[in-house]
């Protein structure tokens, strides 16, 4: 189980990339956590390149882009590949 955070200050591209990870989570169906992050003092310690930027488990994997949930489900299960190599 992963937790996906979406970083941005309120604008529409956020809510809609927030709308597309949940949307992704939902399809996988494993019980992944999604949460917004407007903070700005929270999302510096991030250090993304460009907002919106997302994150998962805490490592940011897209910045300044509006990511599918398709592309999010990938970048999802590329995630969990990772942890079962570990």
């Given at each position: 189980?992963?937790?996906?955070?979406?970083?941005?200050?309120?604008?529409?591209?956020?809510?809609?990339?927030?709308?597309?990870?949940?949307?992704?989570?939902q399809t996988l169906g494993r019980g992944d956590r999604v949460e917004k992050i407007?903070?700005?003092?929270?999302?510096?310690?991030?250090?993304?390149?460009?907002?919106?930027?997302?994150?998962?488990?805490?490592?940011?994997?897209?910045?300044?882009?509006?990511?599918?949930?398709?592309?999010?489900?990938?970048?999802?299960?590329?995630?969990?590949?990772?942890?079962?190599?570990?």
């Amino acid at each position: 189980m992963a937790t996906i955070q979406i970083l941005g200050t309120g604008c529409s591209k956020c809510t809609h990339l927030f709308k597309n990870a949940e949307d992704a989570v939902q399809t996988l169906g494993r019980g992944d956590r999604v949460e917004k992050i407007e903070d700005i003092v929270r999302i510096l310690d991030f250090s993304p390149s460009a907002l919106p930027a997302m994150a998962i488990d805490g490592k940011v994997v897209t910045s300044g882009m509006l990511s599918t949930s398709k592309q999010i489900q990938e970048l999802l299960q590329a995630h969990l590949s990772k942890e079962n190599e570990i």
